[in-house]
């Protein structure tokens, strides 16, 4: 069965850091790009940032977050990473990992998630 | 960055009922239009991609349909296990962005 299942969240002052790890199962994690999106209450879906999969590594992120996450890929362990740094209690969210198709027109939509994993900024 | 307006932000339907759930975007996205079911403490899925193309497993009672700043989500037949929250989103330009959610309850 296909999965991505993510880990490391929990809880961290402001300033602190955090690194989130998502893997895949079940299918060629190479062969796709990735993407992080996050879920509050108050700002409901926010896409953070993309990692491309086959070709040439491209890499973008939400503004919100660029100079302070970093998003990285291990294709051997077929697994996805989010770097957190500088973390501020506005980034509290549950964090999803998310696997994105691009069809034939470039269209693109995110047809896998995982069930996310929480992380706390708090005092 | 694409303001994505969903409504109604909620509603209450009862089993069998068709429940319609609209989404407008703040500029023309073409059929750059996806739609997500999620419930609490599962994975969400992808319901709906390129606006009306039905993503494989998906049950037929889901269907949708729009172009430009339009669209919109059915689902005829309402069933229990439909009860969720459903979002919108752009993807015809970075930040892909998403609408607030419509949360749907089946009585």
């Known amino acids: 069965e296909i999965h991505l299942v993510e880990s490391g969240g929990g809880q961290v002052q402001p300033g602190g850091s955090l690194r989130l790890s998502c893997t895949g199962s079940?299918?060629?994690?190479?062969?796709?790009?990735m993407n992080w999106v996050r879920q509050t209450p108050g700002k409901g879906l926010e896409w953070l940032s993309y990692i491309s999969g086959p070709g040439s590594p491209s890499i973008y992120y939400a503004n919100s977050v660029k100079g302070r996450f970093t998003i990285s890929r291990d294709n051997s362990r077929s697994s996805l990473f989010l770097q957190m740094d500088s973390l501020r209690v506005e980034d509290t969210a549950l964090y999803y990992c998310?696997?994105?198709?691009?069809?034939?027109?470039?269209?693109?939509?995110?047809?896998?998630w995982g069930q996310g994993t929480l992380v706390t900024v708090s005092a | 960055d694409i303001q994505m307006t969903q409504s109604p932000s909620s509603l209450s339907a009862s089993v069998g009922d068709r429940v319609t759930i609209t989404c407008r975007a703040g500029q023309n996205i073409g059929i750059s239009l996806n739609w997500y079911q999620f419930k609490p403490g599962k994975a969400p899925t992808l319901l709906i991609y390129a606006a009306s193309t039905v993503q494989s497993g998906v049950p037929i009672r889901f269907s949708a349909s729009g172009s430009g700043t339009q669209f919109t989500l059915t689902i005829a037949n309402l069933q229990p296990e439909d009860s969720a929250s459903y979002f919108c989103q752009q993807s015809y330009r970075t930040p892909n962005t998403f609408g607030q959610g419509t949360k749907v309850e089946t009585k």
């Open positions: 079940g299918f060629v994690f190479a062969g796709y790009s």
């Open positions: 998310v696997r994105e198709v691009l069809t034939a027109t470039n269209e693109y939509y995110f047809d896998l």
